[in-house]
């Protein structure tokens, strides 16, 4: 608790709406009025972008051994753990394919026209047959892995360490617990540090960007609504639909009652756009409002803060899919499970602090070898659309605190 209220002071320390908003808007005039001198500017995006590419091997790999060892050793808790990962799993795979539904149905990014530096970028995976890809999971050698930044082949290790760091003596599990933990904060202290650079960040992208695409830009705007309205969409009727009819029909729970009392941390989620800060309230929230016991919500809603966000999984499928279309690369369906399958992990991976699902859509880009560029597509829209998503990453938790506290027989007040 202690340390999520630190973060949530950190958290106030990077409030950015408001530079972004204004990199956004200086970035559009500059691009449009000085085209010519763009390309003095542009130099800070690169920068910005490199230094995301710099935080995601050491910063995911932290994070998964921290969040598996974390959940490996909380033995006594057996079948509620269980119960639990079934539920976090099980959502943010249905949040998945509710938005790869939807951006396939509305396919915003479809004639954006983006061109890729590195244009043979995303035609590898496509002539890719499945299986190989699958067995490539395994890395001959997990350091040239690290090196090359093969996303899913360090997941895989990751968990594997994880999973196996649980299992030898007592004295040995907590020296590697304490690293890797360790070297996890560290990694968060650099992202916070990169991530206050955003604007300059935008500044940089967003006046290249508009530079470039000066004649089509209300096209390109119209498009980049259209993505936001398609990430909304699918986030609404996750959390307003697919969520209440598994709280009425599984936790047989009056939904309404439930989001009545989170009223308070799903506004401050929404306004933080961090899980991590939230935790208090919404411990507070679901234990006296709902009626969950505080021995349910203090292990449902700590490792969901961390590992389930349903909003972000959503979120990066979307995106990634928007950043596919809109660079022209027609992704098979094949393609489009390990985009599923990625999201998961990534979203799993991704911290429950302000635009940390932005830093891991890197993993899914790499997975399916989409241009990295394609983030600097989405960046300046990311900010309102990480408010949404984290009020739904913190409803999904709160749903399956009490979904799972009903299971385990208690008797709820809602
Ligand atoms: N801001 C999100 C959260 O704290 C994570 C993300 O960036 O998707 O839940």
Redesign the pocket.
């Known amino acids: 608790m202690q340390e999520t209220l630190q973060d949530y002071r950190n958290m106030k320390k990077i409030q950015l709406h408001w530079q972004i908003l204004i990199a956004i808007i200086l970035s559009v005039g500059f691009g449009l009025i000085f085209t010519e001198y763009v390309k003095y500017v542009t130099w800070m995006g690169d920068v910005f972008l490199r230094a995301l590419r710099m935080i995601i091997v050491p910063l995911i790999f932290s994070s998964i051994v921290v969040g598996v060892t974390g959940i490996g050793s909380g033995k006594n808790l057996g079948r509620m753990g269980f119960k639990t990962i079934l539920y976090y799993i099980s959502t943010s795979v249905i949040a998945i394919l509710t938005g790869l539904f939807l951006v396939n149905l509305i396919r915003p990014g479809i004639g954006a026209h983006f061109e890729t530096a590195n244009n043979g970028g995303g035609l590898d995976i496509i002539e890719k047959p499945i299986g190989e890809t699958l067995i490539n999971i395994i890395p001959e050698n997990i350091i040239d892995a690290l090196v090359r930044g093969d996303m899913l082949a360090i997941i895989f290790f990751a968990i594997l360490f994880g999973f196996f760091a649980t299992k030898v003596s007592e004295s040995v599990r907590t020296t590697v617990d304490k690293s890797f933990k360790a070297i996890f904060e560290v990694m968060m202290k650099i992202t916070m540090f990169v991530i206050k650079f955003t604007p300059i960040g935008i500044f940089g992208i967003v006046s290249g960007t508009v530079a470039e695409h000066s004649d089509n830009l209300l096209e390109v705007f119209g498009k980049m609504g259209i993505y936001m309205l398609t990430v909304a969409a699918a986030l609404v009727i996750h959390s307003m639909i697919t969520l209440p009819l598994i709280m009425k029909f599984i936790g047989k729970i009056n939904p309404i009652k439930h989001l009545k009392g989170m009223s308070v941390p799903l506004l401050t989620a929404f306004s933080t ?4 800060a939230t935790l208090p309230l919404t411990m507070e929230a679901v234990e006296n409002n709902s009626g969950v016991s505080n021995k349910t919500s203090g292990f449902v809603l700590p490792l969901g803060a961390t590992v389930n ?1 349903d ?2 999984a959503l ?1 990066e499928c979307v995106a990634v899919m928007f950043i596919a279309q809109a660079f022209g690369f027609e992704l098979t369906l094949a393609q489009q499970a390990i985009v599923v399958l990625t999201a998961l992990l990534a979203s799993i991976g ?1 911290a ?7 830093v891991t859509i890197i993993i899914i880009l790499q997975a399916v070898d989409l241009p990295l560029e394609g983030i600097a597509l989405i960046l300046a829209v990311d900010r309102p659309l ?1 408010m949404l ?2 009020t739904v ?1 913190v409803w999904s938790d709160s749903c399956g605190a009490v979904v799972i506290a009903k299971s385990e027989g208690e008797v709820l007040k809602v």
């Open positions: 756009s961090s899980s991590n966000m909003g972000t979120y991704t429950g602090v302000p635009m940390a699902g932005l990480d998503r984290t990453n």
